[in-house]
């Protein structure tokens, strides 16, 4: 009878230990949670096209209305990066490159992909997608073709692949909307990411006109014509310190704001047929979808969704149906549609969690700390379930890319996996981060650099100064922009991290700028300085020629395809930590761009990482 009791004891122990320990999953299982990407929606509003990762690498799927399962449309080896669904429903432009070179080339598959076109067939040149003309018999887009630094826009005729140059000058020109009577085009001048100008170009002349000339930096992003073409629809900071929807008027080019709201407009899409403007709003990294009826000037009437990330596809035909993306903290990517017409939200995939219970899974908490100059810097903190309050859990700083990007509250399967391991992740949008306004947006810029860096360190105090969180446990981990970031931090910080995590990421402002593709120095020397007349802050800054003062383990991950950040930037970096006999780990994938996108990669690539973090977190 003790026996028995003794016995019944354990069990109900073993039970309550279990019902409060979250399942483990591995890393894998994590890596291979789907997302449904990039939604277009058939003209009759009966089909949606998206892109998924279940073959292991981004292909396009189509789903039919009350469809069981989705069909595969592209087999290419490498990922896609986009498609549009034509106006004529025929066919699906898709956008495509081979292991990462971003020399993306165009092709279209139709509806039941059974047949593959080349658009283009030209790898030597980077072609960027535009758009379809309103009746489905033409596309939009640029290509440095001319040459290799500069963008020119080009119509397409489909039908008879008769081109047709629209040249505005030396510079990065992108073709944005075409008017329903395919007379004019709007076309932007990209001085920087954040600063463009709008010229209205006459398609059988070549003749254009500008608007709202400016200086100082102002985005002028289109989104389409009106009914009548008499109206340009777009989002801009032209005279404000956030985002708004306006318009142009196409006769005088003169620009009004028609709809205004309390934080930034991230993005928008018309319908065809002019009527509806559809747009999501940024509410400190949350997007709130809205719909402007452009005829009756007010805004629809919509049933609430989750809270989280939209990702705006487009409208069918008609325009009573529009597609969407929408994450959020704790689910992947699913699209979904919303009928107009009856104000019904209509859900298309149900993407995969890998087999991973939800219940594991954290949604973050925006908080915000305090930088050096009182300035409060926004950022989501994950915490590991049961969370104590004995300074024990180590922590990750994740710095965003960019800069001009941020951090947003979407389902991270990386960062739920840290979390499942004990760690803690602050993914903060340190000065420089888009949805802030135009202010925040531009004081990381040039030497004012430092700014930024000294948000990280406060992220470092905040960390300190957390119960649940050990100060002394902080590893650093980036990508790009946020890879710079990691090696900065740790060359001007040096005593601040246990540890670092670069993928892909500057090391030397000067050699950057002068090895990254030529069509992207003139944009990337806006936002990080001339190499002459910054000269001093750049060698000042640039954590190449500081790795002497590199002391915590450095693990490196490189694209050899990369042709933004060239691999030169990363094989520098490791050379120079190796000869001040410094730990330092470098992972080189031959078949890899900017980004790490191939299941395979990507698996081993985080196998690294977590292995890495765990040795010099958790010794």
């Given at each position: 009878?003790?026996?028995?009791?003794?016995?019944?004891?354990?069990?109900?122990?073993?039970?309550?230990?279990?019902?409060?320990?979250?399942?483990?999953?591995?890393?894998?299982?994590?890596?291979?949670?789907?997302?449904?990407?990039?939604?277009?929606?058939?003209?009759?509003?009966?089909?949606?096209?998206?892109?998924?990762?279940?073959?292991?690498?981004?292909?396009?799927?189509?789903?039919?209305?009350?469809?069981?399962?989705?069909?595969?449309?592209?087999?290419?080896?490498?990922?896609?990066?986009?498609?549009?669904?034509?106006?004529?429903?025929?066919?699906?432009?898709?956008?495509?490159?081979?292991?990462?070179?971003?020399?993306?080339?165009?092709?279209?598959?139709?509806?039941?992909?059974?047949?593959?076109?080349?658009?283009?067939?030209?790898?030597?040149?980077?072609?960027?997608?535009?758009?379809?003309?309103?009746?489905?018999?033409?596309?939009?887009?640029?290509?440095?073709?001319?040459?290799?630094?500069?963008?020119?826009?080009?119509?397409?005729?489909?039908?008879?692949?008769?081109?047709?140059?629209?040249?505005?000058?030396?510079?990065?020109?992108?073709?944005?909307?075409?008017?329903?009577?395919?007379?004019?085009?709007?076309?932007?001048?990209?001085?920087?990411?954040?600063?463009?100008?709008?010229?209205?170009?006459?398609?059988?002349?070549?003749?254009?006109?500008?608007?709202?000339?400016?200086?100082?930096?102002?985005?002028?992003?289109?989104?389409?014509?009106?009914?009548?073409?008499?109206?340009?629809?777009?989002?801009?900071?032209?005279?404000?310190?956030?985002?708004?929807?306006?318009?142009?008027?196409?006769?005088?080019?003169?620009?009004?704001?028609?709809?205004?709201?309390?934080?930034?407009?991230?993005?928008?899409?018309?319908?065809?047929?002019?009527?509806?403007?559809?747009?999501?709003?940024?509410?400190?990294?949350?997007?709130?979808?809205?719909?402007?009826?452009?005829?009756?000037?007010?805004?629809?009437?919509?049933?609430?969704?989750?809270?989280?990330?939209?990702?705006?596809?487009?409208?069918?035909?008609?325009?009573?149906?529009?597609?969407?993306?929408?994450?959020?903290?704790?689910?992947?990517?699913?699209?979904?549609?919303?009928?107009?017409?009856?104000?019904?939200?209509?859900?298309?995939?149900?993407?995969?969690?890998?087999?991973?219970?939800?219940?594991?899974?954290?949604?973050?908490?925006?908080?915000?700390?305090?930088?050096?100059?009182?300035?409060?810097?926004?950022?989501?903190?994950?915490?590991?379930?049961?969370?104590?309050?004995?300074?024990?859990?180590?922590?990750?700083?994740?710095?965003?890319?960019?800069?001009?990007?941020?951090?947003?509250?979407?389902?991270?399967?990386?960062?739920?996996?840290?979390?499942?391991?004990?760690?803690?992740?602050?993914?903060?949008?340190?000065?420089?981060?888009?949805?802030?306004?135009?202010?925040y947006l531009a004081s990381d810029n040039g030497p004012k650099r430092w700014d930024a860096l000294k948000d990280l360190n406060a992220a470092v105090d905040f960390i300190g100064e957390q119960p649940q969180l050990d100060g002394k446990k902080v590893a650093i981990f980036g990508g790009s922009y946020g890879g710079f970031a990691v090696l900065a931090m740790m060359a001007h910080y040096s005593d601040?991290?246990?540890?670092?995590?670069?993928?892909?990421?500057?090391?030397?402002?000067?050699?950057?700028?002068?090895?990254?593709?030529?069509?992207?120095?003139?944009?990337?020397?806006?936002?990080?300085?001339?190499?002459?007349?910054?000269?001093?802050?750049?060698?000042?800054?640039?954590?190449?020629?500081?790795?002497?003062?590199?002391?915590?383990?450095?693990?490196?991950?490189?694209?050899?395809?990369?042709?933004?950040?060239?691999?030169?930037?990363?094989?520098?970096?490791?050379?120079?930590?190796?000869?001040?006999?410094?730990?330092?780990?470098?992972?080189?994938?031959?078949?890899?761009?900017?980004?790490?996108?191939?299941?395979?990669?990507?698996?081993?690539?985080?196998?690294?990482?977590?292995?890495?973090?765990?040795?010099?977190?958790?010794?």
């Open positions: 009878m003790r026996r028995l009791l003794s016995t019944a004891i354990c069990l109900l122990f073993a039970q309550c230990i279990l019902a409060q320990t979250p399942p483990q999953y591995p890393l894998r299982q994590y890596l291979q949670i789907r997302g449904a990407l990039g939604p277009t929606i058939s003209p009759d509003g009966k089909q949606v096209a998206f892109r998924t990762t279940l073959t292991g690498t981004s292909q396009l799927y189509r789903v039919k209305l009350n469809d069981l399962w989705p069909d595969q449309l592209t087999f290419f080896s490498s990922s896609i990066s986009s498609a549009a669904w034509s106006p004529t429903g025929e066919w699906i432009a898709v956008v495509a490159d081979k292991d990462g070179t971003e020399q993306f080339q165009f092709y279209l598959v139709n509806s039941n992909g059974t047949k593959l076109i080349e658009l283009t067939n030209n790898t030597k040149i980077r072609f960027q997608w535009g758009g379809w003309s309103p009746d489905g018999k033409k596309i939009f887009y640029s290509s440095n073709e001319r040459n290799p630094e500069f963008f020119d826009s080009y119509v397409l005729d489909v039908a008879t692949r008769k081109k047709q140059l629209i040249r505005l000058g030396d510079g990065n020109y992108q073709p944005v909307a075409l008017s329903h009577d395919g007379k004019t085009i709007a076309v932007n001048l990209f001085s920087s990411n954040v600063d463009t100008d709008l010229f209205l170009v006459d398609v059988a002349t070549g003749k254009s006109k500008q608007v709202a000339k400016h200086t100082g930096e102002v985005k002028l992003i289109p989104i389409g014509f009106s009914a009548d073409d008499k109206k340009l629809f777009l989002i801009t900071d032209l005279d404000r310190e956030i985002t708004a929807i306006g318009n142009v008027d196409v006769a005088s080019a003169k620009v009004s704001i028609v709809r205004e709201e309390d934080h930034e407009v991230g993005s928008g899409v018309m319908s065809n047929n002019g009527k509806y403007l559809a747009y999501v709003v940024n509410r400190d990294g949350y997007e709130d979808l809205e719909i402007w009826d452009t005829l009756k000037s007010k805004r629809l009437s919509l049933p609430p969704h989750a809270r989280g990330n939209v990702t705006l596809g487009d409208f069918s035909g008609d325009g009573t149906n529009l597609c969407f993306g929408l994450s959020t903290p704790t689910h992947s990517t699913d699209i979904y549609s919303l009928s107009l017409a009856s104000g019904q939200w209509k859900q298309w995939t149900r993407s995969s969690q890998a087999g991973i219970d939800p219940s594991v899974f954290v949604a973050p908490k925006l908080i915000k700390y305090k930088s050096f100059d009182g300035k409060m810097i926004p950022a989501f903190l994950f915490l590991p379930k049961n969370a104590s309050n004995n300074h024990s859990i180590p922590t990750i700083v994740s710095v965003h890319g960019g800069p001009e990007a941020q951090e947003k509250p979407l389902f991270t399967p990386i960062y739920q996996y840290f979390v499942s391991r004990g760690y803690a992740v602050l993914a903060p949008n340190i000065r420089g981060s888009a949805g802030y306004g135009k202010t601040r991290f246990a540890a670092g995590i670069d993928m892909f990421g500057v090391t030397d402002f000067k050699t950057f700028l002068a090895n990254t593709a030529p069509y992207r120095r003139a944009l990337r020397a806006a936002e990080y300085g001339d190499p002459v007349k910054d000269s001093v802050y750049m060698d000042e800054i640039s954590p190449a020629l500081h790795a002497n003062q590199i002391k915590a383990p450095l693990l490196v991950i490189q694209g050899a395809n990369d042709p933004r950040v060239p691999q030169s930037e990363s094989e520098q970096i490791v050379a120079k930590v190796k000869a001040n006999n410094r730990p330092v780990e470098y992972l080189l994938f031959p078949d890899e761009g900017h980004g790490i996108a191939k299941l395979p990669n990507r698996i081993r690539s985080f196998e690294t990482i977590v292995s890495f973090l765990d040795k010099y977190l958790k010794k």
